[in-house]
């Protein structure tokens, strides 16, 4: 989720269907094989569509066995699940969606891209591939949209392993406000997102999407910048959309949750990256003690909030222990 650390301070200133697969490259199918990392161009090679009635669902579709759905945080897309995907294929058929309004997925003119939309598009998408039951892995945003899928689908998931996210309490958290603020304005995309995807170093500064969400100070590359950020300022109508789903994350979406989370039986996971400057560092404990098989948290002391991308071996192993299954 984007805010700013600083913003704080002084930054922001400144700041139903049937699928329709396309091809999959060689040099797609290699990357993924664990032979070197997955880079964007053979990402882009593996992408999916999946007909819906919220729009044409762009995804990853990759491994063998029972299914897993990975949610990427705001303003990322599925590209943030790469490493995980490459880890865990051999153990899961990994499921890998933008959400609408996000990364490359179609919507059509009108269709709104709240957290419960999303939560009606994922149902419908797993049911368009073919996925009955998941697993659950969600960072940011779309943890908020797991929680709530969680609870309105509980015998669709068979695990759920939350990172850095909203939770009912610290929802939307605080420091997204002046993010909010410019989103209602329609001015977010242009004062951010676009100056981001023209100056690269600029997006990894220190009150850019790098700084604030991603310990390592050479990340994201170039190639994830444009992957990522790049649909969302193509053109006013994807700026709009991106606007909508900002403005989607307020009032707070998961009001009123605490309770139905209680009441939700499937085994869970948290991972808390403590170096996140967006939400609290509290919320994993939060979690832990609001869901009833949580089997415990694993906090990360250098971890800021988009730490899956970083780490994805702690994603698998942690994923592989949540689903008792072996490396």
């Given at each position: 989720?984007?805010?700013?650390?600083?913003?704080?301070?002084?930054?922001?200133?400144?700041?139903?269907?049937?699928?329709?697969?396309?091809?999959?490259?060689?040099?797609?199918?290699?990357?993924?094989?664990?032979?070197?990392?997955?880079?964007?161009?053979?990402?882009?090679?593996?992408?999916?569509?999946?007909?819906?009635?919220?729009?044409?669902?762009?995804?990853?579709?990759?491994?063998?066995?029972?299914?897993?759905?990975?949610?990427?945080?705001?303003?990322?897309?599925?590209?943030?699940?790469?490493?995980?995907?490459?880890?865990?294929?051999?153990?899961?058929?990994?499921?890998?969606?933008?959400?609408?309004?996000?990364?490359?997925?179609?919507?059509?003119?009108?269709?709104?891209?709240?957290?419960?939309?999303?939560?009606?598009?994922?149902?419908?998408?797993?049911?368009?591939?073919?996925?009955?039951?998941?697993?659950i892995v969600a960072n940011d945003s779309g943890g908020a949209v797991a929680q709530l899928f969680v609870t309105q689908y509980p015998k669709r998931v068979r695990s759920?392993?939350?990172?850095?996210?909203?939770?009912?309490?610290?929802?939307?958290?605080?420091?997204?406000?002046?993010?909010?603020?410019?989103a209602r304005a329609g001015t977010f995309a242009d004062r951010w997102l676009a100056r981001w995807v023209a100056d690269k170093d600029l997006a990894r500064g220190p009150t850019g999407l790098g700084g604030q969400t991603f310990s390592d100070p050479t990340r994201p590359t170039d190639e994830?910048?444009?992957?990522?950020?790049?649909?969302?300022?193509?053109?006013?109508?994807?700026?709009?959309?991106?606007?909508?789903?900002?403005?989607?994350?307020?009032?707070?979406?998961?009001?009123?949750?605490?309770?139905?989370?209680?009441?939700?039986?499937?085994?869970?996971?948290?991972?808390?990256?403590?170096?996140?400057?967006?939400?609290?560092?509290?919320?994993?404990?939060?979690?832990?003690?609001?869901?009833?098989?949580?089997?415990?948290?694993?906090?990360?002391?250098?971890?800021?909030?988009?730490?899956?991308?970083?780490?994805?071996?702690?994603?698998?192993?942690?994923?592989?222990?949540?689903?008792?299954?072996?490396?």
């Open positions: 989720m984007l805010t700013a650390p600083f913003a704080r301070r002084h930054f922001l200133q400144s700041l139903a269907g049937a699928a329709l697969a396309l091809g999959t490259s060689g040099a797609g199918a290699a990357a993924l094989s664990g032979t070197g990392p997955l880079d964007a161009a053979a990402y882009r090679s593996l992408r999916r569509y999946a007909g819906t009635p919220f729009g044409h669902v762009a995804y990853m579709d990759q491994g063998n066995g029972p299914d897993a759905l990975f949610l990427h945080g705001f303003p990322l897309n599925s590209f943030q699940w790469r490493g995980a995907i490459d880890r865990l294929s051999a153990h899961r058929r990994c499921l890998a969606p933008d959400f609408l309004g996000l990364g490359y997925s179609r919507v059509p003119d009108g269709q709104a891209v709240t957290p419960l939309v999303q939560v009606r598009m994922l149902a419908a998408f797993l049911d368009g591939v073919g996925a009955n039951t998941v697993d759920l392993l939350l990172t850095n996210c909203d939770t009912e309490p610290d929802s939307p958290p605080p420091a997204l406000q002046p993010v909010l603020e410019m994830a910048i444009d992957y990522y950020l790049g649909p969302l300022v193509s053109s006013p109508r994807r700026k709009d959309l991106v606007h909508a789903y900002t403005l989607g994350l307020d009032p707070n979406p998961l009001a009123g949750i605490e309770k139905e989370l209680r009441r939700v039986a499937v085994p869970a996971r948290i991972i808390w990256g403590m170096a996140d400057t967006i939400f609290d560092p509290a919320g994993g404990d939060y979690l832990a003690s609001v869901l009833p098989n949580c089997q415990g948290v694993r906090h990360l002391p250098q971890a800021k909030l988009f730490f899956p991308e970083e780490y994805p071996d702690v994603i698998a192993e942690e994923a592989r222990k949540l689903w008792g299954v072996t490396a």
